[in-house]
Protein backbone atom coordinates (compact mmCIF):
# COMPACT_ATOMS: atom_id res chain seq x y z
CA UNK A 1 0.00 0.00 0.00
CA UNK A 2 1.33 3.29 -1.19
CA UNK A 3 1.21 5.58 1.47
CA UNK A 4 2.06 8.90 -0.41
CA UNK A 5 -0.27 7.87 -3.05
CA UNK A 6 -3.31 7.58 -1.07
CA UNK A 7 -1.95 11.20 0.76
CA UNK A 8 -1.53 8.54 4.50
CA UNK A 9 1.36 9.45 7.24
CA UNK A 10 2.40 6.96 10.08
CA UNK A 11 3.71 9.28 12.89
CA UNK A 12 4.96 7.65 15.43
CA UNK A 13 4.29 10.59 18.22
CA UNK A 14 6.24 9.74 21.55
CA UNK A 15 8.31 7.08 20.34
CA UNK A 16 11.87 6.98 19.63
CA UNK A 17 14.26 4.90 17.62
CA UNK A 18 13.72 1.50 17.28
CA UNK A 19 9.73 1.67 18.95
CA UNK A 20 9.37 4.29 16.16
CA UNK A 21 10.07 2.18 13.25
CA UNK A 22 8.61 -0.74 14.48
CA UNK A 23 5.19 1.17 14.72
CA UNK A 24 5.45 2.30 11.50
CA UNK A 25 6.49 -0.84 10.20
CA UNK A 26 3.91 -2.19 12.30
CA UNK A 27 0.88 0.07 11.04
CA UNK A 28 2.19 -0.09 7.49
CA UNK A 29 1.76 -4.22 7.57
CA UNK A 30 -2.08 -3.72 8.85
CA UNK A 31 -2.73 -1.13 6.18
CA UNK A 32 -1.15 -3.53 3.49
CA UNK A 33 -3.79 -6.39 5.30
CA UNK A 34 -6.51 -3.76 4.57
CA UNK A 35 -5.29 -3.11 1.18
CA UNK A 36 -5.29 -6.57 0.00
CA UNK A 37 -8.89 -6.86 0.33
CA UNK A 38 -11.89 -6.01 -2.00
CA UNK A 39 -13.49 -4.04 0.52
CA UNK A 40 -10.26 -2.58 2.12
CA UNK A 41 -9.17 -1.07 -1.27
CA UNK A 42 -12.58 0.29 -1.73
CA UNK A 43 -12.58 2.19 1.72
CA UNK A 44 -9.11 3.61 0.91
CA UNK A 45 -10.21 4.57 -2.29
CA UNK A 46 -12.58 6.68 -1.49
CA UNK A 47 -10.66 8.15 1.64
CA UNK A 48 -7.87 9.22 -0.83
CA UNK A 49 -8.30 12.72 -1.40
CA UNK A 50 -5.30 15.16 -1.76
CA UNK A 51 -7.00 18.03 -0.13
CA UNK A 52 -7.65 15.48 3.08
CA UNK A 53 -4.40 14.29 4.49
CA UNK A 54 -4.96 11.09 7.10
CA UNK A 55 -2.28 10.75 10.36
CA UNK A 56 -1.85 7.54 12.04
CA UNK A 57 -0.44 7.83 15.47
CA UNK A 58 -0.55 6.10 18.67
CA UNK A 59 -3.46 6.02 20.78
CA UNK A 60 -3.01 8.01 23.87
CA UNK A 61 -5.61 6.14 26.46
CA UNK A 62 -4.10 3.41 28.11
CA UNK A 63 -7.63 1.21 27.71
CA UNK A 64 -8.79 -0.99 25.15
CA UNK A 65 -9.40 1.26 22.43
CA UNK A 66 -8.28 3.31 19.13
CA UNK A 67 -9.93 6.63 17.90
CA UNK A 68 -10.42 7.69 14.26
CA UNK A 69 -12.33 10.92 12.70
CA UNK A 70 -11.52 14.65 11.51
CA UNK A 71 -9.34 17.50 13.08
CA UNK A 72 -8.11 20.54 12.34
CA UNK A 73 -4.74 20.86 12.46
CA UNK A 74 -4.63 24.02 11.06
CA UNK A 75 -8.15 26.10 11.14
CA UNK A 76 -10.52 25.64 8.39
CA UNK A 77 -8.66 22.73 7.12
CA UNK A 78 -9.85 19.57 7.69
CA UNK A 79 -7.72 16.36 8.26
CA UNK A 80 -8.13 12.79 8.92
CA UNK A 81 -6.50 11.06 12.20
CA UNK A 82 -6.20 7.68 13.73
CA UNK A 83 -4.88 7.16 17.31
CA UNK A 84 -3.86 3.14 17.05
CA UNK A 85 -1.58 1.23 18.65
CA UNK A 86 -0.71 -2.27 17.73
CA UNK A 87 0.44 -3.20 21.18
CA UNK A 88 -3.22 -2.59 22.54
CA UNK A 89 -4.62 -5.62 20.27
CA UNK A 90 -1.70 -7.66 21.28
CA UNK A 91 -1.35 -10.67 23.85
CA UNK A 92 -0.04 -8.95 26.37
CA UNK A 93 -1.75 -5.29 25.47
CA UNK A 94 -4.81 -3.57 27.28
CA UNK A 95 -7.72 -5.93 25.50
CA UNK A 96 -5.90 -9.23 26.64
CA UNK A 97 -7.80 -8.63 30.23
CA UNK A 98 -10.88 -8.57 28.48
CA UNK A 99 -13.39 -12.05 29.17
CA UNK A 100 -13.38 -14.77 26.81
CA UNK A 101 -15.51 -14.45 23.91
CA UNK A 102 -14.71 -10.06 23.75
CA UNK A 103 -12.80 -10.67 20.77
CA UNK A 104 -15.04 -9.43 17.91
CA UNK A 105 -14.03 -7.20 15.68
CA UNK A 106 -10.69 -6.70 17.31
CA UNK A 107 -7.90 -8.04 14.96
CA UNK A 108 -5.09 -5.32 14.36
CA UNK A 109 -6.73 -4.97 10.82
CA UNK A 110 -10.06 -4.64 11.75
CA UNK A 111 -9.96 -1.95 14.66
CA UNK A 112 -7.96 0.09 12.08
CA UNK A 113 -10.69 -0.83 9.04
CA UNK A 114 -13.39 0.74 11.92
CA UNK A 115 -11.11 3.68 12.80
CA UNK A 116 -10.79 4.51 9.08
CA UNK A 117 -14.41 4.34 8.44
CA UNK A 118 -14.84 6.97 10.46
CA UNK A 119 -12.37 9.23 8.89
CA UNK A 120 -14.04 8.49 5.20
CA UNK A 121 -17.26 9.90 7.10
CA UNK A 122 -14.76 13.09 7.73
CA UNK A 123 -13.74 13.00 4.37
CA UNK A 124 -16.96 13.20 2.25
CA UNK A 125 -18.45 15.41 5.30
CA UNK A 126 -21.44 13.42 6.27
CA UNK A 127 -20.18 12.96 10.33
CA UNK A 128 -23.53 12.42 11.68
CA UNK A 129 -23.57 11.00 14.98
CA UNK A 130 -26.93 13.07 16.08
CA UNK A 131 -29.35 10.52 13.94
CA UNK A 132 -31.05 8.68 16.71
CA UNK A 133 -31.39 4.98 16.74
CA UNK A 134 -34.59 2.81 17.43
CA UNK A 135 -33.81 0.89 20.94
CA UNK A 136 -33.11 -2.24 19.88
CA UNK A 137 -29.56 -0.52 18.20
CA UNK A 138 -28.89 1.14 21.32
CA UNK A 139 -25.88 -1.36 21.77
CA UNK A 140 -24.72 0.38 18.26
CA UNK A 141 -24.11 3.64 20.60
CA UNK A 142 -25.22 6.29 17.62
CA UNK A 143 -25.23 6.37 14.13
CA UNK A 144 -21.26 6.69 13.13
CA UNK A 145 -20.64 3.67 15.32
CA UNK A 146 -23.49 1.51 13.66
CA UNK A 147 -21.97 2.80 10.26
CA UNK A 148 -18.17 1.67 11.64
CA UNK A 149 -19.47 -1.64 12.99
CA UNK A 150 -21.74 -2.34 9.63
CA UNK A 151 -18.80 -1.60 7.31
CA UNK A 152 -16.31 -3.83 9.33
CA UNK A 153 -19.08 -6.54 9.46
CA UNK A 154 -18.96 -6.39 5.96
CA UNK A 155 -14.99 -6.91 5.83
CA UNK A 156 -14.71 -9.43 8.25
CA UNK A 157 -17.35 -11.12 5.27
CA UNK A 158 -15.15 -10.64 2.73
CA UNK A 159 -13.64 -13.51 1.58
CA UNK A 160 -10.47 -11.98 0.32
CA UNK A 161 -9.80 -11.03 4.16
CA UNK A 162 -8.59 -14.10 4.95
CA UNK A 163 -7.63 -13.89 9.10
CA UNK A 164 -10.50 -12.67 10.82
CA UNK A 165 -12.45 -13.01 14.02
CA UNK A 166 -16.04 -12.80 12.88
CA UNK A 167 -19.36 -10.51 13.22
CA UNK A 168 -19.43 -8.29 16.01
CA UNK A 169 -22.91 -7.27 18.07
CA UNK A 170 -22.52 -3.77 18.11
CA UNK A 171 -20.07 -0.75 19.70
CA UNK A 172 -20.78 -1.38 23.31
CA UNK A 173 -18.28 -4.16 23.40
CA UNK A 174 -16.69 -6.93 21.51
CA UNK A 175 -18.84 -9.85 21.87
CA UNK A 176 -20.49 -11.67 18.95
CA UNK A 177 -23.62 -10.81 17.08
CA UNK A 178 -26.89 -12.59 17.57
CA UNK A 179 -27.27 -15.37 15.20
CA UNK A 180 -30.62 -13.84 13.93
CA UNK A 181 -29.07 -10.85 13.21
CA UNK A 182 -26.42 -12.31 11.70
CA UNK A 183 -28.92 -13.80 9.07
CA UNK A 184 -30.02 -12.40 5.85
CA UNK A 185 -31.91 -9.38 6.29
CA UNK A 186 -31.41 -9.55 10.05
CA UNK A 187 -30.17 -6.47 10.63
CA UNK A 188 -33.45 -4.70 9.18
CA UNK A 189 -35.56 -7.35 11.33
CA UNK A 190 -33.48 -6.34 14.13
CA UNK A 191 -34.96 -2.92 15.16
CA UNK A 192 -37.67 -0.56 13.64
CA UNK A 193 -35.00 2.32 12.07
CA UNK A 194 -32.10 0.05 10.87
CA UNK A 195 -33.51 0.49 7.31
CA UNK A 196 -33.53 4.29 7.42
CA UNK A 197 -30.40 4.45 8.81
CA UNK A 198 -28.94 2.12 6.16
CA UNK A 199 -30.70 3.65 3.59
CA UNK A 200 -28.88 7.07 5.35
CA UNK A 201 -25.69 6.10 4.86
CA UNK A 202 -26.11 4.59 1.25
CA UNK A 203 -27.90 8.23 0.22
CA UNK A 204 -25.08 10.16 1.43
CA UNK A 205 -22.23 7.90 0.21
CA UNK A 206 -23.33 6.68 -2.75
CA UNK A 207 -19.90 5.77 -4.49
CA UNK A 208 -18.72 3.18 -1.42
CA UNK A 209 -21.99 1.72 -0.45
CA UNK A 210 -22.23 0.83 -4.42
CA UNK A 211 -19.09 -0.43 -4.28
CA UNK A 212 -19.52 -2.34 -1.20
CA UNK A 213 -22.64 -4.08 -3.00
CA UNK A 214 -21.46 -4.43 -6.32
CA UNK A 215 -18.18 -6.48 -5.67
CA UNK A 216 -18.97 -8.10 -2.53
CA UNK A 217 -22.89 -9.58 -3.78
CA UNK A 218 -22.57 -12.72 -2.22
CA UNK A 219 -21.18 -12.66 1.07
CA UNK A 220 -22.67 -14.02 4.43
CA UNK A 221 -23.04 -10.76 5.72
CA UNK A 222 -23.74 -7.74 3.27
CA UNK A 223 -26.99 -6.00 4.13
CA UNK A 224 -25.80 -2.73 2.33
CA UNK A 225 -26.49 -5.36 -0.55
CA UNK A 226 -29.54 -6.44 0.60
CA UNK A 227 -30.67 -3.06 0.68
CA UNK A 228 -29.62 -1.93 -2.73
CA UNK A 229 -31.39 -4.96 -4.81
CA UNK A 230 -34.10 -5.57 -2.32
CA UNK A 231 -35.01 -2.15 -1.30
CA UNK A 232 -39.10 -2.52 -0.73
CA UNK A 233 -38.23 -5.46 0.94
CA UNK A 234 -36.14 -4.48 3.41
CA UNK A 235 -38.10 -1.49 4.43
CA UNK A 236 -41.35 -3.58 4.73
CA UNK A 237 -39.33 -5.57 7.47
CA UNK A 238 -38.81 -2.04 9.52
CA UNK A 239 -42.68 -3.42 11.11
CA UNK A 240 -40.74 -6.36 12.64
CA UNK A 241 -38.47 -4.03 13.81
CA UNK A 242 -40.48 -2.02 15.50
CA UNK A 243 -42.13 -5.09 17.21
CA UNK A 244 -38.64 -6.39 18.73
CA UNK A 245 -37.74 -2.67 19.63
CA UNK A 246 -41.13 -2.70 21.82
CA UNK A 247 -40.47 -5.90 23.23
CA UNK A 248 -36.21 -5.14 23.94
CA UNK A 249 -38.02 -1.56 25.89
CA UNK A 250 -40.40 -4.55 27.54
CA UNK A 251 -37.63 -6.31 28.57
CA UNK A 252 -35.58 -3.55 29.79
CA UNK A 253 -37.99 -1.83 32.05
CA UNK A 254 -38.90 -5.42 33.37
CA UNK A 255 -35.44 -5.85 34.78
CA UNK A 256 -35.86 -2.98 36.18
CA UNK A 257 -38.50 -3.94 38.47
CA UNK A 258 -41.28 -1.79 36.94
CA UNK A 259 -44.63 -3.57 37.83
CA UNK A 260 -46.41 -4.93 34.25
CA UNK A 261 -49.03 -2.09 33.77
CA UNK A 262 -46.88 0.61 34.11
CA UNK A 263 -43.80 -1.29 31.34
CA UNK A 264 -47.16 -1.86 29.21
CA UNK A 265 -47.91 1.48 29.52
CA UNK A 266 -44.59 3.30 28.94
CA UNK A 267 -43.92 0.80 25.75
CA UNK A 268 -47.49 1.76 24.45
CA UNK A 269 -46.79 5.37 24.94
CA UNK A 270 -43.38 6.11 23.91
CA UNK A 271 -43.47 3.54 20.49
ZN1 LIG B 1 -15.82 3.76 16.36
Known sequence: MDLAFH?????????????ARQYIAQVHEHLRWIHRTTSGRILLNVI???TFPVEIRPYAGAD??????????????????VEYSPGTFSRHGACSALPAGQDRGRIWDEILFHELVHVFRNATRKWDAATPLS???????????????????????????????GLRKGHIDYSAMDPLDATRFGLFL???NAFALVKKFCDDNPIFTKALSDKLPDIVYN??????????????????????DRMALSKSLTSLGVPKPFVDWIVSAVM
Open 7 to 19: NFTINPVGLAGTA
Open 48 to 50: RRP
Open 64 to 81: CNAMGGGEFKTPGNLSGF
Open 135 to 165: FAMRHYNNNEEFIAVLCTNIYVSDRTNRIKS
Open 190 to 192: SSR
Open 223 to 244: PIADYYRYPKFCEALSVFGAMK
